[in-house]
Nanobody, 122 residues
Framework: QVQLVESGGGLVQAGDSLRLSCAAS????????IGWFRQAPAKEREFVAA????????RYGDSVRGRFTISKDYAENTVHLQMNSLKPEDTAVYYC???????????????WGRGTQVTVSS
């Protein structure tokens, strides 16, 4: 069973940067696909980014493409989400999640972390 623990959230100002981390542990962690989702108050959970462990392939949601970068540290079994040029609309709880499928669909992610709050002030 893979376990995921997020860290790195906080309060920043618009235009600032922040890096989130998702520490993964457990069997088969290096074959898992790790994604980031976010959920703002009163909104549905939204796909942010995902990375494939076996080749480092990445994909992004439209609202973050060009500003956010997902990467995997294989030595530490940690996935990072570098968030640049943050906007107030990026305010949300950010979750990392694991899947065996190369997908943006929330329903296909089986394992979830507890989330970390990101707040961007204007």
């Amino acid at each position: 069973q893979v376990q995921l623990v997020e860290s790195g959230g906080g309060l920043v100002q618009a235009g600032d940067s922040l890096r989130l981390s998702c520490a993964a542990s457990g069997r088969d962690v290096n074959t898992y696909i790790i994604g980031w989702f976010r959920q703002a108050p009163a909104k549905e959970r939204e796909f942010v980014a995902a990375v494939r462990s076996f080749d480092g392939g990445t994909r992004y949601g439209d609202s973050v493409r060009g500003r956010f970068t997902i990467s995997k540290d294989y030595a530490e079994n940690t996935v990072h989400l570098q968030m640049n040029s943050l906007k107030p609309e990026d305010t949300a709880v950010y979750y990392c999640a694991g899947s065996w499928k190369w997908t943006t669909l929330e329903v296909d992610y089986e394992i979830w972390g507890r989330g970390t709050q990101v707040t961007v002030s204007s």
